[in-house]
């Protein structure tokens, strides 16, 4: 049996680390400016479309030196709202909803370049020969790709919030109008109160990780221009898949399908509770985003300098 | 030691082999020339012998280890220096700062010695080389490594006239009896006082492999005009020095190897050569 040593030594990985993060630098220090540079642009978009509500406000403010941003809310609004409410920063709400889409996107974007060290020969001689183990360089690139820009695109978001509030405060600093994401109460209520929302936020984000697991394992089938040849490959997957189904749906197969597995679960009691159902669901995820990790390992642990399909 | 067994290798299973049931076994402490035409397989064999391919026959044994297993410890003690390659563009001193620390058996004054007799410093940054300066200090990384096997494909592409000639001081001071260099190339004057050892493939197959004692000890190679023994020759050729012939050894005649005439022998007449070779062996033997 192979020593442990043989797969991964805490010596050498941390050699070989910080010879991959420094020979990489550079590149890796744009590609995170450019990402953080993004997300600035548009959280100072949003604040932008947010603007002539802002003027209002502090319209009000300026004419009622004695009014909250909440009062100013509810005189604005008391035409349309029968009751009143307090006061939200909408371009912090909107900020939210764009970097919570954008998440997948740069998690698709940096998977997609897991693998770029093995797009030419000269490159895959250069990470074949480094005497480190496959597994030590795989766990390279995964923490590189995967994990670092999770945190990235965390300190980006903050990043990019933090310069809208800043802005839009010296341009509106009456009263209490430009406002810093909060949302710790929400979180709160998240772990210890609302299970759907704990579940829908964890189901969410597993099944951009298990989108970011087809982006690596496209990486490592092609190096080169994974992001665009991944993408092609699961249009014309997703594409047969509907085809298979409308055929099946056409020719009655799904009707009868349906009925059959409803006629299992009947006969077998399933009477699965919400929570259980979900926790299934993340342990799928789970299952599906490790085969796909491991199976892009394997093809690069044998990788050559020639491409093999 | 590295022992080549029975090695077997297509770049596609519709394709017919580049190397076909190869072996051989190179002994430490030898400078090997790896000599072909081009498309020959010499390249093929190279990235073989590092563990870069996978051969569909055969193994390749360094140390008695698979260097396909790619185990960092014949990794470690492995280093090519490919035909080409990129380098980041970073300082000489960064890049050994960075690199170093994965070859156990490095040395930096070493690597000042072997800058120097390429009439280089070592204060510059990698990304601003020209392709063969970047050659040099690469070349000199290498061999400071003291890796037990250095493989160098093509190494005297893109060298200027004096970086030819410095490449051969360059590797003969580089060489230990613990080492060995294995040189594939096509320009065989750059490099034909430099070899221990010749293996010469042409169409799937090793036409030559001995070192070069025992080929100067079976051939005699010289430059003559003498149309007798021109007609005597098993080999001439036209050269700027008159024709270049290679006449059979029968009386321990000390000549200098001549790579150049011998490989267009072997090329020309693959046969006779196997001849002249085998039954020298079978004779020894």
Known sequence: MKSLSTIINPSRFSKYFKKEMRENRKQLLSRSLIMIAILCAFSLITG?????????????????????VDDAKNSLYELYMHEPFTYNDEASANCLSIFVF???????????????????KQKKIATLMAPATQFEKYLTRFFTYIILPIFIYIAGCLIAESLR?????????????????DYSDTIKDMLIKDNMLFHTIVLYLLSFIAEASIYA?????????????T??????????????????????????????IGAIAQNLSLDIEFTTFMWLLHISLLIFISINFTIAYFRFKESEIIQRM | ?????????SYSRKKAPV?????????RGKVCGLLGKNGAGKSTLLYLVAGLLTPQNGKVLFNGKSTRDRDPETLQDIFIVPEEFNLPSISLKEYVKINAPLYPRFNNEDLEKYLKMFEMDNDFNLGALSMGQKKKAYMAFALATNTSLLLMDEPTNGLDIPGKSQFRKFIAAGMSDERNIIISTHQVRDIDQLLDHIILINDNEILLNHSTTEITEKLIFKNTDDPQIIA??????????????????NENAESELNLETLFNFAIEKPQLIKQTFNQSTQTES
């Open chain 1, 48 to 68: 932008l479309g947010e603007s002539s509500t802002y003027n209002r406000y502090e319209e009000f403010l300026i004419n009622h030196p004695n009014s909250t």
């Open chain 1, 102 to 120: 954008g998440f997948p996107i740069a998690l698709i974007i940096c998977a997609s370049c897991m693998f770029e060290s093995m797009s030419t």
């Open chain 1, 165 to 181: 509030f800043i802005i839009f405060s010296i341009f509106y600093p009456t009263g209490d109008i430009i406002r810093f994401m």
């Open chain 1, 217 to 229: 394992l496209g990486s490592s089938i092609w190096p080169r221009l994974a992001l665009l040849k």
């Open chain 1, 231 to 260: 993408f092609a490959a699961q249009c014309i997957i997703s594409f047969i898949g509907i085809v298979t189904l409308m055929i099946a749906a056409i020719s009655g197969a799904v009707e009868k399908s349906a009925k059959t």
């Open chain 2, 1 to 9: 030691m590295i022992e080549v067994k029975n090695l077997t290798f």
């Open chain 2, 19 to 27: 190397l076909n049931n190869l072996s051989v076994t190179i002994e």
């Open chain 2, 232 to 249: 005597s020759a098993l080999h001439a050729q036209f050269s700027l020095y008159g024709n270049s012939v290679i006449l059979p050894n």
